[in-house]
């Protein structure tokens, strides 16, 4: 793990607007880009220069937007249209979050004292945005950092018969949305109507069954992506670590004990459903610590990911903390 701060770096005017510096070691994460000029527009600068954000996409998978003077839901969704994407619906939740109107929401709302562990957003989903723009409006008071990691550099670390064993039977997702373990499955399918969520379960692929006591099972099959639509580079996105229950808080994992899977509010398998091994497990929690990079919010910064390329997550805090995001 490395921190921004310690590979500052070489500083590239790109116009006469602003200036990047370049990370020194060529992984060192999010490419940063402050303004050159007094009163640059943000929200302009991208719209004139999409085919320069998106050659630093391609190249670091993040970009790091500092001193623009950011400040509001509405500004954080003009910025998404203006690299060309429209913000998305959170749908099939996995976290608490709140819209804040025009298809922007408050970053997940997990107690201050949880880590967040690194993953790609909604990759558990048959769909997902490519494009994450997350706005720091409130940095904490302590903590707070915003882990990220290249997922190609993290799919280079990992051992090549467990990347070929998912290759061939895909990620079994299953998930028990009951609102006491974990969301409720009208938080998650975002209805209360029992027919209309069996609707939407179908619609996104999801097998599914109510138990007795009203809690919906539901369970997915997805293929393995392991290679980026845009550049073709091998990549590690899926949500296998992520819902693991090795992933829990020792007291969850506590709690969850004696659980059936089918039971658990998330958990991971192949796609053939069997369980994936401890020593494999270990291996992806490693790869992801080797290539975590993390760096410290201020007020008014911008972050621009490929949610393909660019895993995230969130460090423990204290105080106040408010980073909102818009999913494109």
């Not at 059936?260 to 509010?265: I, R, T, V």
């Amino acid at each position: 793990m490395s921190q921004l701060s310690g590979a500052r770096r070489r500083v590239v005017p790109v116009g006469e607007m602003v200036a990047a510096e370049l990370p020194a070691d060529g992984r060192s994460l999010p490419l940063l880009v402050r303004p050159a000029a007094a009163d640059v527009a943000l929200a302009g600068w991208i719209g004139a220069n999409r085919d320069q954000a998106r050659l630093w996409l391609d190249r670091y998978g993040a970009v790091l937007f500092r001193g623009f003077g950011m400040a509001d839901a509405k500004g954080l969704a003009t910025l998404l249209r203006a690299t060309g994407a429209e913000p998305l619906d959170y749908t099939e939740r996995s976290s608490p979050r709140r819209e804040l109107g025009g298809r922007v929401y408050t970053s997940t709302e997990h107690p201050a004292h949880a880590d967040i562990l690194l993953h790609c957003e909604n990759s558990y989903q048959a769909s997902w945005p490519t494009l994450l723009m997350f706005l720091c409006r409130v940095p904490a008071e302590t903590g707070g950092e915003t882990p990220l990691a290249d997922t190609r550099r993290v799919r280079g670390r990992l051992p090549p018969d467990l990347v070929d064993r998912f290759a061939a039977h895909g990620v079994m997702y299953r998930r028990c949305l009951d609102g006491r373990l974990g969301l409720s499955w009208q938080d998650v399918l975002g209805t209360a109507d029992r027919d209309e969520a069996e609707r939407r379960c179908v619609a996104r692929g999801l097998r599914f069954s109510w138990r007795a006591d009203g809690a919906l099972r539901t369970e997915a099959v997805r293929p393995l992506v392991d290679r980026h639509p845009g550049t073709g580079e091998p990549i590690w996105f899926n949500h296998m670590l992520f819902f693991h229950p090795s992933s829990l808080a020792p007291e969850a994992q506590a709690a969850f004990a004696g659980l059936a899977s089918e039971d658990l509010p998330n958990d991971t398998r192949f796609g053939d459903g069997s369980a994936v091994p401890e020593a494999a497990v270990a291996a992806l929690r490693e790869a992801y610590r080797r290539e975590e990079v993390r760096f410290t919010w201020e007020a008014g910064d911008v972050l621009l990911l490929d949610n393909m390329l660019t895993a995230h997550g969130r460090g423990v805090f204290t105080g106040r903390r408010e980073v909102l995001v818009a999913m494109g």
